[in-house]
């Protein structure tokens, strides 16, 4: 069973950075997944951040454009969302997903908190 469990998130001041990470367990396809980064703020949907498809380009929402940047350490089944210049409304939990052959696994979830 593909499990995924988020960390990094926490309380920062605005123009303050923080990296989230989020561990896969239970796959070996790890590699090959494409690997996401939602967030949802309360009241609103889940919307996409970044994403990245394997051997592909990452994209980004316009409004973390230049701010936030995904990557991954397939050695560590690990996926990395750094945020940087952090702005009070990007305030929301923030979710990973991967997806391997069309299946979607998600985490939990970590609340990024910013503050003005």
């Known amino acids: 069973q593909v499990q995924l469990v988020e960390s990094g998130g926490g309380l920062v001041q605005a123009g303050g950075s923080l990296r989230l990470s989020c561990v896969s367990s239970g796959t070996i396809l790890f590699s090959i997944s494409s690997i996401y980064w939602y967030r949802q703020a309360p009241g609103n949907q889940r919307d996409l951040v970044a994403a990245?498809?394997?051997?592909?380009?990452?994209i980004y929402a316009d409004a973390v454009k230049g701010r936030f940047f995904i990557s991954r350490d397939n050695a560590k089944n690990t996926v990395y969302l750094q945020m940087n210049s952090l702005k009070p409304e990007d305030t929301a939990v923030y979710y990973c997903?991967?997806?391997?052959?069309?299946?979607?696994?998600w985490g939990n979830g970590t609340l990024v908190t910013v503050s003005s």
């Open positions: 990245r498809a394997t051997g592909g380009s990452a």
């Open positions: 997903k991967i997806s391997i052959y069309g299946r979607d696994y």
